[in-house]
DNA sequence: GTGAAAGCGCTAACAC
DNA sequence: GTGTTAGCGCTTTCAC
């Protein structure tokens, strides 16, 4: 192990003063005279002298690192949380470590059994879709400031952030009903979820209010990729007597799914079905017909989840909160229903 | 500052034995009898006992973590080769701490400047796209194991981990040449990052080979963003006399963008002009038509830089090495000339 | 205003 | 096989 940078005792050593000096100096403590203090920082500055993070972490029982726990990285919503939480975190003087769970609960759960979390001043968490129970991250609670975004539990104590997945949902529906679509199927994520039951009682409920048909025939659960996206498409067309002439997808992905479903079915997407997803993955101005969506403040979850952590961090006491941000509809060919398609090239 | 955790010297009062004996038997050091050991090792688990970090960081000048300096993750390439460091990471014990430059220069600058080293074991870079010099590297990679990946420096010493950005070029190239096209450009990133240099040397070798006109005034230099292959094929189509027939982009990304410009100049893409990018990012076979490109192998490069680095961390005297990975052809529509386009449905 | 000393949690060298 | 001790780099009483 050959680390090894300059210390405080190598400065107490040139200046032949105590490292009790050195360190008030360096910390501009009052009882320090101006002359010793210049000294101290001009030859700190000189030597590049940079506190040893594990030194402080033990002597101030704070390593100023804080973890974020996420299924997965490689999408559009993700990737953009943690870039809001990466920036928000150096911004504060905080690193983070990342933890990819890849949507596996087992892997989850091993994750925090293995986490050193005493190299933690606390944790950002997104559940992975099948997290059945939450006792695993009770413990974590108990010693460590947690706050949860995105997939949330209901049945934890803690701060919470996401965005407004109720009234998101109520949104995309009545736009698809103000487009003129009526029979509206849902295509959406793992039912156990929060997220995919804010959604899916926003679009129950949305087509209730316009007294259209609501019901769990039209609804399909299962994953939140693009394929899940097809096949849940396909499904819907095949065991429907009367098939949808819309769909409200759980995300962007599975919106894109239907799109090529619908393409392969030989249905034109947007005049006779409608399609409008969740997110504004950037991926949504790329389909065509370009897609219908919902867009999601995700740099701000990320931002806010890791100011509301630092809070805590800080002040130990603050009470949990619950923040919903809400998002944006942004409407597009998916959901045009008047717009002619003779000319294919407009959508090539 | 309320953290505060079981230590060993917890276990060794419950026990009545000394902090040495525990911290033997936690190791499974030899000299300890087996019955102290069970007694150690059960107590621990009782009270769920978990080494701290800094503690141990500070006595072994070691702390598990690795820097990642990155441009950016919002992007398919970036977010996959932190999924597989990551993944290799945690196989190997270590975390990954993860730093965002947004491929700004000063912001990498400042970085290196006011990262913690002492809390990092070793550090794995992929460089901003205008790092104009590389001295503010040369400091840390005196202090810490270094490796660089993707966007490497040609001036420094160090582990290298890339894909084969000549050869990847030159298939690409020669693929758009067996389809028939013949003034082919070029759409690539800032003329001073080795990789872009590299595709670039690996394009004009191969217009070369085949005897086509290979010249800078088919090249456009800008950034990586689809928005700029956008603007460089608009740029192409309006300052060439002789409009191309075929663009290679470097990365797919610019790609897309190349598509959507042709799309809005009413040009039929692969038919009329061909494009090819590199990447193979998923987007790539949502574009319409779906876009040839050069697979890389980003989660390998993720892994096998990670790989590297742990090595160097575990044996400092390791030579720096080297290490190319090469990529693959993926032919798709957007550069089939022979096609017709009269149904635009396979295409939507 | 400054130094000496203790202590954060742990390992390792040295006794016995 | 186990205990004692020193020390990793730093902060923080407590003296003076």
Redesign the interface.
């Known amino acids: 192990?050959?680390?090894?940078?300059i210390t405080i005792k190598d400065i107490a050593r040139e200046l032949k003063i105590s490292v009790a000096t050195v360190s008030r100096a360096l910390r501009n403590t009052y009882d320090v005279s101006q002359e010793t203090r210049e000294k101290v920082l001009s030859t700190a500055a000189r030597l590049?002298y940079?506190?040893?993070?594990?030194?402080?972490?033990?002597v101030?029982?704070?390593?100023?690192?804080i973890g974020v726990i996420i299924p997965?990285?490689?999408?559009?919503y993700f990737?953009?949380v943690?870039?809001g939480i990466?920036?928000c975190a150096?911004k504060q003087g905080y690193?983070?470590?990342?933890?990819?769970t890849n949507d596996l609960p087992e892997i989850e759960k091993k994750?925090l059994h293995e986490i050193?979390?005493?190299?933690l001043?606390g944790i950002l968490v997104c559940l992975s879709s099948q997290s059945g129970s939450f006792s695993h991250f009770q413990?974590i609670i108990d010693?460590?400031p947690c706050v949860f975004f995105d997939r949330v539990p209901d049945s934890l104590e803690g701060s919470k952030i996401v965005q407004d997945d109720y009234n998101g949902a109520m949104m995309a529906v009545e736009h698809l009903i103000a487009c003129g679509y009526q029979r509206i199927a849902h295509i959406t994520g793992p039912e156990n979820l929060l997220l995919t039951r804010k959604r899916l009682n926003g679009y129950l409920d949305a087509l209730e209010k316009h007294n259209l048909r609501a019901s769990y025939e039209q609804v399909r659960f299962s994953g939140f990729s693009?394929k899940e996206g097809e096949n849940d498409t396909i499904s819907l067309f095949k065991d429907l007597d009367q098939t949808p002439d819309a769909i409200f997808a759980v995300n962007d992905r599975k919106g894109?799914g239907a799109i090529i479903s619908l393409?392969n079915m030989?249905i034109a997407?947007g005049k006779e079905v409608g399609v409008i997803g969740f997110t504004n993955d950037?991926?949504s101005e790329?389909?065509?017909p370009r897609l219908s969506t919902i867009a999601e403040p995700a740099y701000e979850i990320g931002k806010m989840s890791c100011e509301i952590l630092l809070g805590h961090i800080k002040k130990?006491e603050t009470k949990p909160q619950e923040i919903i941000l809400s998002g944006d509809l942004v409407k597009r060919e998916s959901t045009m229903k008047g717009i002619e398609v003779t000319d294919?090239?407009k959508?090539?």
């Open positions: 192990m050959p680390k090894r940078f590049n940079r506190p040893n993070a594990s030194a402080l972490g033990l101030q029982r704070q390593t100023h690192n997965s990285i490689t999408n559009y990737s953009t943690i870039t990466q920036e150096i690193n983070i470590i990342l933890y990819i994750l050193s979390l005493s190299n001043d413990k010693d460590l693009q894109v393409r030989g997407v950037p991926i790329i389909i065509s130990p294919c090239r959508f090539l």
